[in-house]
């Protein structure tokens, strides 16, 4: 459900043609999971955007597990909830054991889901080649073109734009393309970023693992129970994958000199022995789906922008799998720089809003990271999951002190930086989330005795041209209700106080009470709202980088 602003004009959908535009105001190369979550995101703001991918198709190992709580929320603000929840399940927690044969598992955590308390949509468990599917459609459908088997071999950026030259590799046929943006979501080994030269910092490639998915009746030694994954002796580790519909598993255990030597068929058969003696089925057969030996890179990115370029995902940062925090903060990375490349494209902010993404998600990438090896390591001072996935904070954007890195989602403060708090409210139509309010636009939220906010907001974003949805929560005359009263302690206001949300739903602003008079009030507003958008004089000399860049020795 979403009740704020509606997106920017309607995109014809385009479908697969192999035809490269000429001009689009966004190419993203890489078509998996954060290129996709870009094109979706992007297309609910109004944006165009082409998606080139090298690969044939989706791939079909499942990769990704875990859909967090706040990618759910991502997921749920452009309307794949449903989608989504049709291939997913959730999470029923991890154990134990020294087969899956035995009686009883030793819980190694909490069961469940400890987010639905503070999340409308919770974690899921979700595997990428099912999510991805969804992803595409809904990009397409909503007009962005995603092209396959299509790779980026030159681009060559100005104060301007950027020049890009596409390859068919079916075909062979090369085409030029210009657009504003160049996202770069093209994974771990980015052929972008290396060509603009930018470093990255951590480890690469180490340790290595090895992981089999397979279909297999389980159920005799199962006996019910529904484990998310059950970890063994030797750091093996079997995990729920598949669909509710089509359950599969994945046997994952860290590379041996024989593993990492082997060919595919004694891969096979090294997988299917130790199946058997993990399940404790000696007479199992598993229908082997697909073999797969990977590196445990653990890098981010030193910059997330060289001008008018932009790393995302793997390209900008690849985390280890413990939590499944990789892909997912890929997605947020997408959902921070899908509202900021909206409002620059349609006018309506100053192009240093785009260093924010560099300065904000450089941060979480960073920190997220370092709490993950921590995790890893058996490190004490290693965060909880939902402090990782729903508290992390950005810098206060009008420059108030920098209250660190997150902040414990189970007692937020609503203090500007932070996501902005979820609560259950209630209109007409039932029960709604405070976080289905936002939309494309900001959204101003209004205590029950703040009445001069609603007019104010509206005056001061309409002089500047800037969507923004304004709501009275609770009060005598309000349509949304606050059953609990709990709103303004929540946000950290007075009940005469206000909040304004960015489109991705982080805290741009807040006031503890109304100032005196609606003059006041739309100019607080208003000078929020230029802080949150960079409406300001631009550098002298730019942010644009114009050099020529070449991949892989092909001119532009």
Not at 41 to 63: D, K, M, N, Q, S
Not at 135 to 141: G, M
Not at 273 to 284: A, S, W
């Amino acid at each position: 459900m979403n009740t704020a602003t509606g997106p920017g004009p309607a995109l014809r959908p385009t479908g697969d043609t192999r035809a490269v535009p000429d001009h689009v105001p966004v190419l993203v190369v890489g078509g998996s999971l954060s290129g996709l979550s870009a094109a979706v995101l992007l297309a609910h703001h109004g944006v165009e955007c082409l998606v080139v991918e090298r690969h044939p198709g989706i791939g079909t190992h499942p990769r990704s597990r875990v859909l967090t709580a706040r990618s759910g929320e991502v997921l749920r603000s452009v309307g794949l909830e449903a989608a989504v929840d049709a291939v997913s399940r959730r999470p029923s927690g991890w154990y134990r054991a020294d087969t899956l044969a035995d009686t009883s598992y030793a819980p190694l955590g909490p069961a469940g889901d400890p987010t639905r308390p503070i999340s409308p949509a919770g974690s899921r468990l979700c595997d990428q080649n099912h999510l991805e599917p969804i992803l595409l459609a809904d990009a397409r459908s909503s007009g962005a073109r995603v092209l396959f088997g299509c790779e980026l071999t030159a681009f060559d950026q100005d104060p301007h734009g950027v020049t890009a030259r596409i390859l068919d590799r079916a075909t062979g046929r090369s085409s030029t393309v210009r657009c504003a943006y160049l996202l770069a979501a093209d994974g771990t080994r980015s052929p972008v970023r290396e060509a603009l030269g930018i470093e990255l910092h951590g480890r690469r490639g180490e340790p290595r693992f090895l992981s089999t998915v397979f279909a297999a009746d389980l159920d005799p030694v199962l006996h019910g129970r529904r484990p998310t994954a059950v970890v063994f002796p030797g750091s093996q580790v079997l995990f729920a994958r598949g669909t509710p519909q089509a359950p599969l598993w994945e046997y994952g255990i860290p590379d041996s000199p024989f593993v990492d030597g082997a060919e595919d068929e004694a891969l096979h058969r090294f997988a299917r022995e130790r199946i058997r003696q993990v399940t404790g089925l000696p007479d199992v057969e598993p229908d082997v789906r697909s073999v797969l030996r990977w590196g445990a890179s653990a890098v981010v990115a030193e910059r997330f922008r060289e001008g008018r370029v932009l790393l995302l995902g793997d390209a900008a940062h690849t985390m280890p799998v413990i939590g499944g925090l990789g892909g997912n903060t890929g997605i947020q990375d997408a959902h921070n720089l899908a509202w900021k490349l909206a409002a620059v494209l349609h006018g309506r902010a100053g192009e240093r809003l785009l260093d924010t993404y560099d300065v904000e998600r450089s941060r979480v990438a960073a920190h997220t990271l370092w709490h993950v090896l921590a995790t890893a390591r058996g490190r004490p001072e290693a965060l909880h999951p939902e402090t990782l996935q729903l508290g992390y904070l950005y810098p206060d954007p009008a420059g108030g002190p920098d209250a660190g890195p997150c902040e414990d989602p189970y007692h937020p403060t609503g203090r500007p930086g932070s996501r902005a708090p979820h609560l259950w409210l209630r209109n007409d139509s039932g029960r709604l989330s405070v976080l289905d309010l936002f939309g494309t636009g900001f959204t101003l939220l209004a205590g029950p005795l703040g009445a001069c906010w609603p007019s104010a907001g509206r005056r001061a974003a309409a002089g500047l041209g800037v969507p923004l949805a304004v709501h009275r929560i609770g009060g005598p005359n309000g349509t949304l209700r606050d059953p609990r009263a709990t709103f303004p302690a929540r946000y950290g206001i007075g009940p005469g106080g206000a909040v304004l949300v960015r489109p991705d739903g982080y805290v741009a602003r807040r006031w503890d009470r109304a100032p005196h008079t609606r003059t006041a009030a739309e100019r607080a507003v208003r000078g929020a709202l230029e802080q949150a958008v960079g409406i300001s004089p631009e550098p002298a000399d730019g942010t644009a980088n114009p050099e020529r860049i070449r991949i892989g020795g092909l001119a532009a």
